[in-house]
């Protein structure tokens, strides 16, 4: 639209790896499951604005928003990152190399809640920053289990809140749209955190 064609042009700085790997995702027949760019570039604005040292990822796809956090973090960051698909994240870990951030970023492949409840059961140290963008109908438990692993204060960012509108249409009844619909009604009833959702991306929730 014209709108995004202007936010585009002015909205944010995406450095030219970010660009590259986000144009590069474009040609795979999956690429809907691309973080947007200008949820790149809020996830590197608050890195720099929290002071993030410690990250953590569920859904890593192709690497852009791993990168995107990496690139943003001093050099003693770190990022532990989880996936299951060793195919899409072997082409994730070529960029982060070309980049210079592999040693910054720590991939784990197994089933997200495995790799959540083994994180919990190591008691490594809380993380600052957290990115859920995992696969849907889990979210509600994904969201627990983050919430055990973030320091006080610590921020969670979950993508595709809005699932294309979906989830404001009561028509729409399959099992994602239901697991996210019900996720946000979960979070605006949650006394434990305060949360926005942003119509970014394809929903962004904080």
Same mark, same amino acid.
């Given at each position: 639209?014209?709108?995004?064609?202007?936010?585009?042009?002015?909205? /944010?700085? @995406?450095? @030219?790896?970010?660009?590259? #790997?986000? +144009?590069?995702?474009? @040609?795979?027949?999956?690429?809907?499951?691309?973080?947007?760019?200008?949820?790149?570039? &809020?996830?590197?604005?608050?890195? =720099? &604005?929290?002071?993030?040292? =410690?990250?953590?990822?569920? *859904?890593?796809?192709?690497?852009?928003? !791993?990168?995107?956090? !990496? &690139?943003?973090?001093?050099?003693?960051?770190?990022?532990?990152?989880?996936?299951?698909?060793?195919?899409?994240?072997? &082409?994730?870990?070529? /960029? /982060?190399?070309?980049? *210079?951030? %592999?040693?910054?970023?720590?991939? =784990?492949?197994?089933? !997200?809640?495995?790799?959540?409840?083994?994180?919990? @059961? +190591?008691?490594?140290?809380?993380?600052?920053?957290?990115?859920?963008? $995992?696969?849907? +109908?889990?979210? $509600? !438990?994904?969201?627990?289990?983050?919430?055990? #692993?973030?320091?006080?204060?610590?921020?969670?960012?979950?993508?595709?809140?809005? /699932? *294309?509108?979906?989830?404001?249409?009561?028509?729409?009844? %399959?099992?994602?749209?239901?697991?996210?619909?019900?996720?946000?009604?979960?979070?605006?009833?949650?006394?434990?955190?305060?949360?926005?959702? #942003?119509?970014?991306?394809?929903?962004?929730?904080?």
């Amino acid at each position: 639209t014209q709108i995004y064609d202007y936010m585009q042009r002015v909205g /944010w700085h @995406e450095s @030219e790896a970010l660009a590259t #790997l986000r +144009e590069r995702t474009a @040609e795979r027949a999956d690429a809907d499951m691309q973080l947007s760019p200008e949820q790149g570039a &809020l996830l590197g604005l608050l890195v =720099r &604005l929290l002071g993030v040292r =410690r990250y953590l990822e569920l *859904g890593v796809f192709t690497g852009y928003s !791993a990168l995107a956090v !990496a &690139l943003a973090m001093p050099p003693e960051g770190r990022c532990v990152v989880l996936d299951q698909d060793p195919d899409v994240t072997a &082409l994730a870990r070529t /960029w /982060w190399r070309s980049y *210079g951030v %592999d040693e910054k970023i720590e991939l =784990r492949l197994a089933p !997200a809640m495995t790799s959540l409840e083994a994180l919990a @059961e +190591e008691g490594v140290p809380p993380f600052d920053l957290a990115l859920l963008d $995992a696969d849907k +109908e889990p979210y $509600a !438990a994904y969201y627990e289990r983050i919430l055990g #692993l973030l320091r006080p204060g610590g921020l969670l960012v979950v993508d595709n809140t809005l /699932w *294309g509108g979906a989830v404001a249409d009561p028509s729409v009844r %399959d099992p994602e749209t239901e697991a996210l619909r019900a996720f946000n009604d979960m979070v605006h009833r949650d006394p434990r955190v305060e949360a926005v959702l #942003l119509p970014v991306g394809d929903g962004t929730t904080l």
